[in-house]
């Protein structure tokens, strides 16, 4: 059923407080009475509004450092009121409570306050209970009473209140699912953050929440939505990135630059590493003595892929890096920090986007990852183990060497990001072929060692990448034919988890070959 109810009376109690001088000049001009709490009153005050406590209101004092103030039967049942029922309204008379026609809330600052490093108790104090309990009070009773929770909102809501006298049903509604969805959110971010303090992962309900960051023109394809929410997640990357120049991201952009700069934190921040990502796997990674030539390494993994692909590095970026970066078509850049003179150089490029996250997330930290499925979500703890040297068992009669090993632990670290099945083939500090999202653990690693043929044949080698590589996979090899197949391929060392029932078999083939073969015990999968 349609209702519409006059706007006679708002209650304003904000934290944010932009915009809210304006709007209620605006309600204020329109005959509406205002009522408000502690420090929106003041600023209300401050800006030349009449403006009734609302412990005047409710004939009740604020108390306990103000966590009690709103809790209160004059305000809730102002808010709640069915005005078409008569008992309620006999309950309002009885009882001297007036009708809410109008709330305006948002709320405390909790996630900035945990993303700006807050104590425990400081945490504590920014959990908003009056304003979730008033907004959801007034989003219930919808129908008569109008609820804004968004200062994006308060031109709508004036402009409709001064032509109309009040809301359409159409704007309650659409404000109502605002609130609901804000309190959602609000009470995701304190769930997430108790998580963190008590160490209880899978608590018997789950939820994520967001706030909205941008719309985007499509999703992976042009006929699905899509759009970008924030959580309160204080890692930086590419949600949180400043972008600097170039067009708007699209879905596309945004997850295949979040695969790179993952790739990246796995570094140590003083040994510079670029990678290059197309459709969210690695065709190309290096490591150097500067981020120069390491990008030149990268990218000869793979050219042909790197076209239209996602650059990131992981140190401050360089005009001669930038220079390097604009001869091939490059749909984003990311990295901590640029040079001013690199920023000139990407800014020939106008259609290139580029991002500066403002540091590297660090990838040992906890969180969790979620998929949803029909009917439900698949949650897990994220993939924040990095293999070193005491994590590796020999495995054969032949000791790697020391240069082995150190490529070993790159192609592994690389294969942790590569879309399984995963091979990738490293020498001297450079991703030489990388075969991905395979059904066959041995199709990946002849795809792999047939893109490094492909790259020496472009660059003029006289020999295949592969040669005295080393290979990573990034879960056990389950016959010993994706062994050999590497081995053909020129590899001499072996990265791998080992868990096979054939881990014999595989271990003698790669004894027979002279090959080198270490296990980590653990496995990279993703899907």
């Known amino acids: 059923m349609t209702v519409h109810t006059p706007v006679r009376r708002a209650l304003l109690s904000v934290s944010d407080k932009t915009g809210l001088a ?43 450092d103000g966590r009690i103030k709103t809790l209160h039967p004059r305000v809730h049942g102002g808010l709640l009121a ?74 709508r809501a004036a402009g409709e209140i001064e032509s109309m006298n009040g809301l359409s049903e159409a704007t309650k509604k659409s404000f109502a699912l605002k609130a609901f969805a804000m309190t959602a959110a609000y009470d995701s971010a304190i769930a997430a953050w108790f998580r963190e303090q008590t160490g209880d992962v899978y608590t018997r309900n789950f939820s994520v ?12 394809n042009p006929h699905q939505t899509a759009a970008l929410y924030k959580t309160g997640d204080r890692r930086p990357g590419v949600a949180t990135a400043r972008q600097v120049q170039g067009k708007a991201l699209s879905y596309n952009n945004l997850n295949d630059t979040d695969a790179a700069y993952e790739l ?52 401050t970026l ?45 990838v040992k930290a906890r969180g969790l990852t979620v998929k949803p499925i029909a009917g439900g979500l698949l949650v897990q703890s994220k993939d924040n183990v990095c293999t070193t040297r005491a994590d590796l068992k020999v495995v054969t009669k032949r000791m790697p060497t020391d240069q082995e090993i150190d490529d070993m632990l790159l192609a592994f670290r690389i294969a942790k990001h590569v879309k399984s099945n995963a091979i990738v083939y490293v020498k001297d500090g450079v991703a030489v072929g990388i075969g991905a999202g395979q059904m066959s653990r041995l199709d990946s690693s002849r795809i792999a060692a ?78």
């Open 22 to 64: 304006d709007f209620a000049h605006r309600l204020s001009a329109a005959d509406i009475e205002l009522i408000s709490t502690g420090g929106t009153a003041a600023a209300l005050r401050d800006a030349g509004l009449t403006v009734r406590d609302v412990s005047e209101l409710t004939d009740f004092p604020e108390m306990m």
């Open 450 to 527: 047939r893109k490094a043929a492909d790259a020496a044949a472009a660059c003029g080698a006289t020999e295949p990448l592969t040669q005295g590589s080393v290979v990573a996979s990034d879960a056990f090899f389950p016959f010993a034919d994706g062994l050999l197949s590497a081995a053909e391929a020129g590899a001499t060392a072996v990265i791998q988890p080992g868990g096979s029932m054939r881990d014999d078999e595989v271990i003698a083939a790669a004894d027979e070959a002279g090959l080198a073969m270490v296990f980590t015990g653990l496995r990279h999968f993703r899907h």
């Open 318 to 362: 360089t005009r001669a890096l930038a220079t390097k970066i604009i001869e091939v078509f490059t749909e984003v850049v990311i990295a901590p920090d640029a040079e001013d003179d690199a920023i000139e150089v990407f800014a020939r490029k106008k259609n290139l986007r580029l991002l500066l996250a403002g540091g590297v997330p660090d």
């Open 82 to 155: 069915l005005r078409d029922n008569g008992d309620h309204r006999q309950s309002m008379e009885d009882h001297a409570i007036e009708a809410i026609d109008l709330l305006v809330v948002n709320l405390y600052p909790f996630e900035q306050t945990v993303r700006g490093g807050g104590g425990y108790d400081e945490c504590i104090e920014n959990i908003d209970i009056g304003g979730p309990a008033m907004i959801r009070a007034a989003a219930k009773n919808h129908r008569f009473v109008g609820v804004v929770t968004d200062p994006a909102d308060y031109d």
């Open 264 to 315: 990246v934190a796995e570094f140590d921040p003083r040994t510079p590493v670029v990678a290059i990502i197309k459709h969210a796997n690695p065709c190309g990674v290096a490591t150097a003595p500067d981020l120069l030539s390491a990008y030149e390494s990268a990218l000869r993994c793979d050219p042909v892929s790197a076209f239209g692909g996602i650059v990131a590095v992981n140190q």
């Open 209 to 220: 929440g967001g706030s909205l960051a941008n719309e985007l023109r499509y999703g992976e």
